[in-house]
């Protein structure tokens, strides 16, 4: 090899290089693309859950002051006692449906850090957010938490990841007309990892190779996307070294997420 092809040899390594360089930066800018995308479409769902998560309340607070009603207007009865009772209620309810809101709020202001977040408070948000839905769907809903432990997260991508999971569970109990249709949400840790695993029996994945669900656009639903669950494994692996697996078990789908503990 004379001198100039050594210099070519040099110029092509470099301009290989850039190459890489660029198309990791245009895969890099696609993921992000898809990152807001996913977030964008998890907001219209979400608009659609308050007025769901408030319907209740609303309800119960109309019944409420239903019984103070009665009481005064055809009864003609004023008992302090009672009428405190109901108010102390009413607080109660309101303060819920101001709760619902905080965590929809907080869920689309930005982050910058991780924080470490305890599991009931999770388990807290999800519900705010997921719970009459699922509740409307007649899902049977139970978490285990034996042992309340810390997760290290930007609390709000991980809430989208176990939002993305759960919607994904209970559109296949819909979709597939389960009965008695359930979902469990574990927490657990090992000397390594903090986890959360959710599993339905909704009869599981059909894919041949159970890992292509986290493939972009992966989707076998007529109106969906497929990029929830793929922006859900970008988030836990690149964002919290973590890892997500999915497995076909018992009666359905089991998702174990675990991220590293410090
Ligand atoms: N719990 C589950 N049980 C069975 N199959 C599932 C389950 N969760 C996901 N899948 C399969 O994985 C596919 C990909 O899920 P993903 O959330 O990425 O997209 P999608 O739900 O199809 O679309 P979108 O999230 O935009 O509505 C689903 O279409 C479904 O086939
Ligand atoms: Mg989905």
Redesign the pocket.
Known sequence: MDLKEIDELKQSNIDLKAKIDKMDKEAREREEILFRQ?RL?SMGEMLGNISHQWRQPLMEIAALLMKVETRVVYENKIDIDFISEVMLEINTVLKYMSDTIDVFRNFYSDEKNKEKILASEIINSVEHMLGTSIKQSEIKYEVCLNRDIYFKIYKNEFLQVLI??I???K??LLIRKIKEPKILLEVSENTEYTMIS?S?N??????NDIST??KPF????A??????????KVIIEKKHNGRVA?DNYLQ??R?IIKIKKD
């Open positions: 996913s479409a993305n999971i919607n994904n569970a559109e296949i959710i339905d909704g009869g599981g994945i059909k894919t669900i986290f992966y989707t076998d639903k109106n969906g996307t497929g990029i929830g669950l793929f922006i859900s999915v359905g789908a998702f």
